[in-house]
């Protein structure tokens, strides 16, 4: 099976600094690949390449797409662009607008998925951080992409919003057969989301390894990512 999107060999430099260092990510059809590593280790570099908000130093993103151009990928990158003064809709049209893209039964369709269509009035500063979250999502599904791409979505959510989010991102792959890319800190929420994990440490891509090989060498437990995640970065017991 091809990769649907795959680095090579890709690299990033500030100055003298490398952010990202020979990094070879494989990501396949349907994966929810979660992206786990301390501050400063890359995540967010590696996501904002790969959706094009900065251009590598060197290496290539290959992207096995149908679809070509603008819109294959969607993205919330730290906190979402809302404005506060405007409804989740109108919020939804200016972004549909500026893409050129503006349909309003599509636009309604999507406040519908992430459950927000119950709020047609409520100014966006308003909500609850889940409610924002899921409007930051909702912004990032105009114009149809086949991949989104989170940086850690659920970063300061209640338990509440983080169930909301996480059951968001399950049904986005369950009935639009998504494939996204997820960053998180939240390790034991990670695991509850994703079938697939990459570890980063100091720009470098140190290892990947699915869920059903975590729960293989961990017997199933519940802490195995956070237990695999200490063993490769931190020093602990060998792992392969």
Known sequence: MNCYLETKNLNKRYGSFEAVKNMNVHIYKGDIYGLI????AGKTTLMKMIIGFAGPTSGEIILNSEKKGEGVIGNLIESPGIYGHLTAYENMMLKAKAQGVYNKDELLDILDFVG????????AGKFSLGMKQ????????????EILILDEPTNGLDPQGIIEVRELIH????????TIMISSHILS???KVANVFGIISNG???????SDELMEKYNGDSGALEEFYL???????KVC
Do not use: C, F
């Open 37 to 40: 590593g301390p501050n400063g």
């Open 116 to 123: 927000l269509s119950n709020v047609p009035k409520k100014k």
């Open 134 to 145: 899921r409007l930051g999502i909702a912004l990032a599904l105009i114009g149809d992409p």
């Open 171 to 178: 049904r986005l792959r369950a009935e639009r057969n998504m």
């Open 189 to 191: 929420e990670l695991q």
């Open 204 to 210: 470098e891509l140190v290892m990947e390894v699915t």
């Open 231 to 237: 063993d490769v970065v931190r020093g602990g017991k």
